[in-house]
């Protein structure tokens, strides 16, 4: 089943680099970043994982858990984060799923599930899809989910950008335009009369009748 917007996220257990846990569970009230790999020791995740342990303060900074998932046992996670620590600086302090029964992959429609097998064996070119990235609300629901190609490095300064304008859009009836950074103006929601814009968003401007823009609520 092909997971969408606003579907709830699939909760599992399973044990990780910080011990077994229940995902939903793991999650709580906050929000949380789901990102996967297709195998340990691959160079281009190496440097994602690295990556996000640089940037995870300010992923906590805005409420919100990271959480690694490789289709390798937690074992072979323990031996990789000692590479990823040494050649990009950052040691991951988040948890890495452990996923050899390819369970999680499939749950998440990254692996077809009738997927054979287990990571026994496996090449990262058999798990090629298995590069998502999942972002979950607080109320479990997927918000944000991408899959890039093995030989693209995602952009983690990106998922903050989007985190940022989905947590900002969650309080208030506005929208974010295209390339808006935090402190720009957005756009104020068609859901909203020209009455009620008055009251809440004084002094907006109206560039369209469809396209009303007012500076970003504090």
Known sequence: MSLRINDIAPDFTADTTQGPIRFHDWIGDQWAVLFSHPKDFTPVCTTELGTMAGLEQQFAQRGTKIIGLSVDPVDSHARWVV?????????????????????????????????????????????????SVFVIGPDKRIKLQLTYPMTTGRNFDEILRVLDSMQLTAKHKVATPANWQPGDDVIITAAVSNEEAEKTF??????????????QPK
């Open 83 to 131: 590479d990823i620590e040494e050649t990009q600086g950052h040691r991951p302090n988040y948890p890495m799923i452990g996923d050899p029964e390819l369970k999680v992959a499939k749950l998440y429609n990254m692996l077809p599930a009738d997927e054979p097998g287990t990571s026994e064996g496996r090449t990262p070119a058999n798990n090629a899809t298995v590069r």
């Open 202 to 215: 004084p002094g907006y401007k109206t560039i369209k009748p469809y396209l009303r823009t007012t500076p």
